[in-house]
T-cell receptor, first 114, second 112 residues
Framework: KAGVTQTPRYLIKTRGQQVTLSCSPISGHRSVSWYQQTPGQGLQFLFEYFSETQRNKGNFPGRFSGRQFSNSRSEMNVSTLELGDSALYLC?????????????FGPGTRLTVT | TQLLEQSPQFLSIQEGENLTVYCNSSSVFSSLQWYRQEPGEGPVLLVTVVTGGEVKKLKRLTFQFGDARKDSSLHITAAQPGDTGLYLCAGALRNRDDKIIFGKGTRLHILP
């Protein structure tokens, strides 16, 4: 069974631009969560989608948004990029909303904002 | 405020030694997971513990969930260079819609 895939793996953008990251969950998984990982803050929860609906949201500004499609694939968008948005963005999938159920992570997208 | 505190932040030990890393909180969790992450990759799930007092073993790794479901530990016996990585704990907060939070991790380096 294929794992979680994320595209692109690496991305370099300029301040003020916007970016869209993509995540394909494990087949059969309906829940997708997004995280931002930085050396200083560690892994921080962005949002979770289940059945095309955002079920949970972390403490990030409105520049960060996401969506989920009917095939469970998900995208996240960051508008008006700032230097501080440079991070590893991780997507995780689980069968149902990530409560007592394990999440499986993709390899991440390394975003560098210059 | 960091709800999940992991300690130590860094640990460097010789191959063959034993070690324990900790994950502590004042909050109660429905479940707790341990992950290992290597550079440039996403975290890989090692174990999930659900019941207070639960102990799970995975080869040389022993995971324990505290009786009150507020803390957990990971013990590695006879550490090997392949154990090197960032160990993360993550918990589903019981009274916050099971929101998942992560500790900042313990960076472990095993010297050959």
């Amino acid at each position: 069974k294929a794992g979680v895939t994320q595209t692109p793996r690496y991305l370099i953008k300029t301040r003020g631009q916007q970016v869209t990251l993509s995540c394909s969950p494990i087949s059969g998984h309906r829940s997708v969560s997004w995280y931002q990982q930085t050396p200083g803050q560690g892994l921080q929860f962005l949002f979770e989608y289940f059945s095309e609906t955002q079920r949970n949201k972390g403490n990030f500004p409105g520049r960060f948004s996401g969506r989920q499609f009917s095939n469970s694939r998900s995208e996240m968008n960051v508008s008006t990029l700032e230097l501080g948005d440079s991070a590893l963005y991780l997507c995780a999938s689980s069968l149902v909303p990530a409560r007592s159920y394990e999440q499986y992570f993709g390899p991440g997208t390394r975003l560098t904002v210059t | 405020t960091q709800l999940l505190e992991q300690s130590p932040q860094f640990l460097s030990i010789q191959e063959g030694e034993n070690l324990t890393v900790y994950c502590n909180s004042s909050s109660v969790f429905s479940s707790l997971q341990w992950y290992r992450q290597e550079p440039g990759e996403g975290p890989v799930l090692l174990v999930t513990v659900v019941t207070g007092g639960e102990v799970k073993k995975l080869k040389r790794l022993t995971f324990q969930f505290g009786d009150a479901r507020k803390d957990s530990s990971l013990h590695i016996t006879a550490a090997q260079p392949g154990d090197t990585g960032l160990y993360l704990c993550a918990g589903a907060l019981r009274n916050r819609d099971d929101k998942i939070i992560f500790g900042k991790g313990t960076r472990l380096h095993i010297l050959p």
